[in-house]
């Protein structure tokens, strides 16, 4: 059974850094993509950052890029989300998601999904 579970979550300031976990069972990580999408209220699903298999990297442009760095361990079948610099419209439901072998920005390209982690920042 794949297991999804996000972690890290809260409650920050304006300004200030959160690091988000997600911790991977039930598949061989290494041949998985991992990849971070969020949800705000009120508004659909958004592509944050993916970890390929591979080793490479993708990010979701403009809002993101620069203050958000995504990174693996597959020694511990873990994706972070390192986020910095945070804005109040980075406030949402965060979610890791996992695509055998090839995983982007669209979100029907991943099979197994976590619960998600709530990320609140206030001003």
């Known amino acids: 059974q794949v297991q999804l579970v996000e972690s890290g979550g809260g409650l920050v300031q304006a300004g200030g850094s959160l690091r988000l976990s997600c911790v991977a069972s039930g598949l061989n990580f290494n041949v998985y993509s991992v990849g971070w999408f969020r949800q705000a209220p009120g508004k659909e699903r958004e592509f944050v950052a993916a970890s390929k298999f591979s080793g490479d990297n993708t990010y979701a442009e403009d809002s993101i890029k620069g203050r958000f760095t995504i990174s693996r361990d597959n020694a511990k079948n873990t994706v972070y989300l390192q986020m910095n610099s945070l804005k109040l419209e980075d406030a949402a439901v965060y979610y890791c998601?996992?695509?055998?072998?090839?995983?982007?920005?669209?979100?029907?390209?991943?099979?197994?999904w976590g619960q998600g982690t709530q990320v609140t920042v206030s001003s």
């Open positions: 998601a996992a695509a055998r072998w090839i995983g982007g920005r669209n979100p029907s390209q991943y099979a197994y």
